[in-house]
């Protein structure tokens, strides 16, 4: 079974300041990982994702993640936090050596990022 | 390049009405994936339609059904509404030439009176 961590409900950060949002995973095998964006009464928008190669994957809107395999930690991170990036974040992951039967994600519960100006 | 689109925006049902959601992928998408965001529990997976079959589906009771057509458009259908399948139901597309990144609608606002 595969399954996501987003150990923090919310962030809060300072407009310029650097924010990092948390994910860990679990997968059976080699994960694939992917972070979406969700303003309020919206889907989810793409953002950016890890399927092999560079630890350090860069994404939409500034935005970059790494990928660490010994902790299991897939963290959002941008260097200078705009009031604009205030919305709602979800980690996911899907197992690469998943079956036909399971290529749907499975979502961390979500962290609710503000940027204080 | 048109994104996934899905109608109504809102629906408005009683108890034990039905109700269908209607969802369009993006062109050249040939796997529809639907899940639900009910207040509290997060994003839950529904139903998976590849190339006009259902692949796989979570853990929701056989009320939840759908289709997905030639066109690859895709129905879901929920029956015998309960107040708990009040959601924000997000339809999702991904196409077989790039490695499982799934594109949202703006989903459907179902809510059960």
């Known amino acids: 079974a595969q399954s996501v961590a987003q150990p923090e409900d919310q962030v809060n950060v300072a407009e310029g300041n650097p924010l990092t949002v948390k994910c860990t995973y679990s997968v059976s095998g080699n994960p694939y990982l992917f972070w979406y964006v969700q303003y309020p009464n919206r889907g989810l928008q793409f953002l950016l994702k890890?399927?092999?190669?560079?630890?350090l994957v860069k994404g939409s809107y500034g935005f970059e993640a790494e990928f660490n395999k010994s902790q299991t930690s897939f963290h959002l991170k941008k260097p200078s936090a705009l009031v604009s990036d205030s919305a709602l974040y979800f980690c996911?992951?899907?197992?690469?050596?998943?079956?036909?039967?399971?290529?749907?994600?499975?979502f961390g519960s979500g962290t609710q990022l503000t940027v204080l100006p | 390049e048109a994104g996934v689109t899905q109608s109504p925006t809102h629906l408005i049902k009683t108890r034990g009405q039905q109700a269908t959601l209607r969802c369009s992928p993006i062109s050249g998408h040939t796997s529809v994936y639907w899940y639900q965001q009910a207040l509290g529990l997060g994003l839950q997976f529904l139903l998976w339609y590849d190339e006009g079959e259902e692949r796989n589906r979570g853990n929701f009771p056989p009320r939840f059904s759908g289709r997905q057509f030639p066109n690859y458009s895709s129905e879901l259908n929920v029956n015998a509404l309960e107040l708990e399948d009040s959601a924000l139901y997000l339809c999702a597309s991904s196409s077989p030439r790039v490695v499982d990144t799934q594109y949202f609608g703006p989903g459907t606002r179902l809510t059960v009176l």
């Open positions: 890890y399927i092999t190669g560079d630890n």
């Open positions: 996911a992951v899907r197992d690469s050596i998943s079956s036909g039967s399971a290529r749907q994600l499975t």
